[in-house]
């Protein structure tokens, strides 16, 4: 009897210790800062949403689609696999703070600034310099006056940037979806036009709820997960009056997270600059040890974008570059089959022995299939693997799998959370 209850008490504490094993190797190769962010994030209720569920039960039957209906009733965590892009901007206005929250709570593990900047030198979170007149309600304002091109009626079309206006000026500001209507004959309804696959629905409250670098910084902070700022590209003369140059520009990124007392580690900085890159590199290693060099390839632009070649991808890897993020048709490829493989490009960045991040999920419509929609699903061009909405799990799994991926950015991160959690990423 007695030797009964050791055997029973040795296999519950096996059982315990299994358990907890499971639970902490999630987000596998942690350091023991990554084991203080996962024990963080795990006391978050990570809540996916229906999306995932209507997706999946959509496919096509299919090893894959069993795989992950078996993970329908979670739970969920936060996984560094899943990267905020923009925020959530399938519903959410862009790099708002209720879009950072809706991103936290689906699980991203890291979540987005695209980092541009004020006139009087502020950093604040906006896709572009020169994007206001879209993605907040500048041209119904006063402000609309401070525009580079201000909206008129019948006149050219808008032109508004960060660099026109300061901090104080900015933070008025209400962000709203990125679109817009160049026909209306009001600066109000110039602010319409949002595509009926996705929605005003969460665009309704009064304040502007746009985010500074700063503040964007505390967030992250407060919720214990990675950030990734991408210092945006500018005009040229206004970095030099505003900053001295890009270098300093650059310098000045960093300078904030490392006054706000913000561990490398957590910190992917990133840039379509390879001299940002490599300035971090050489002038900030432990923020540069982890950056994250975009690359714009594309071959479907006019004219293509080049891929990099073997020898520019080694060269790179010899700069110490460690990752590098080209988008997802730069990634994938269609085969002979009718399936989705590796492209020539992923097997030679694999081969350079540089990680990959890429972008973005979530950011086309394909509730019609890939066909004719170009971008991101470029690699498909006639919808042979990918022709329906939940199709694009096909295209997520390769990624993972093969091209082996490190991370995904989401306009929507429920969707990558929830085969981050299933696939154990």
Not at 165 to 178: N, P, Q, R, V, W
Not at 327 to 340: M, R
């Amino acid at each position: 009897m007695r030797n009964s209850l050791r055997l029973l008490t040795t296999m519950l504490v096996l059982s315990t210790l299994s358990a907890l094993a499971t639970a902490g190797g999630r987000d596998g190769g942690r350091d023991d800062d990554d084991d203080h962010r996962g024990r963080t994030e795990r006391r978050l209720n990570v809540q996916v949403g229906v999306r995932p569920f209507y997706l999946v039960e959509g496919m096509d039957d299919s090893a894959l689609k069993d795989r992950l209906k078996q993970c329908e009733a979670g739970p969920f965590y936060t996984s560094r696999f899943s990267i905020s892009h923009r925020g959530a901007p399938l519903e959410f206005p862009e790099h708002s703070q209720e879009s950072y929250a809706a991103a936290h709570r689906m699980g991203a593990g890291i979540i987005e600034c695209d980092v541009s900047f004020t006139r009087d030198g502020e950093l604040v979170c906006r896709h572009s310099e020169c994007d206001l007149h879209t993605t907040t309600n500048i041209v119904a304002t006063p402000l609309n006056n401070a525009c580079t091109v201000p909206w008129t009626k019948g006149g050219p079309a808008p032109k508004c940037c960060t660099s026109d206006i300061t901090l104080s000026e900015f933070k008025g500001l209400k962000a709203k979806m990125d679109a817009s209507n160049p026909a209306a004959t009001t600066a109000e309804g110039y602010l319409g036009g949002t595509p009926a696959w996705r929605t005003d629905l969460y665009t309704g409250r009064p304040a502007g709820n746009v985010v500074t670098l700063k503040e964007h910084i505390e967030l992250i902070k407060q919720w214990g997960v990675g950030q990734t700022p991408e210092l945006k590209s500018g005009d040229p003369a206004r970095i030099q009056a505003i900053f001295g140059g890009q270098a300093q520009y650059a310098q000045k990124m960093i300078d904030t997270y490392k006054a706000a007392g913000v561990d490398p580690k957590k910190v992917w900085a990133q840039s379509f600059d390879l001299n940002d890159i490599l300035y971090w590199i050489r002038n900030e290693p432990a923020y540069g040890r982890q950056a994250v060099y975009l690359d714009s390839v594309d071959p479907g632009a006019k004219p293509p974008i080049p891929r990099q070649t073997t020898a520019q991808l080694a060269a790179l890897k010899a700069a110490g570059v460690q990752i590098i993020a080209p988008p997802i048709q730069a990634l994938l490829a269609v085969d002979a089959a009718g399936q989705v493989v590796p492209s020539q490009y992923a097997l030679d960045i694999n081969a350079a022995g540089l990680k990959i991040i890429s972008w973005s999920f979530e950011r086309v419509d394909l509730t019609k299939g890939a066909a004719g929609k170009g971008s991101y699903y470029g690699f498909d061009p006639t919808g042979v693997a990918i022709r329906r909405d939940s199709d694009m799990y096909k295209a997520l799994d390769v990624l993972a799998k093969q091209v082996k991926v490190v991370g995904l950015f989401s306009d929507w991160p429920g969707t990558v959370t929830y085969y981050a959690n299933c696939m154990g990423l």
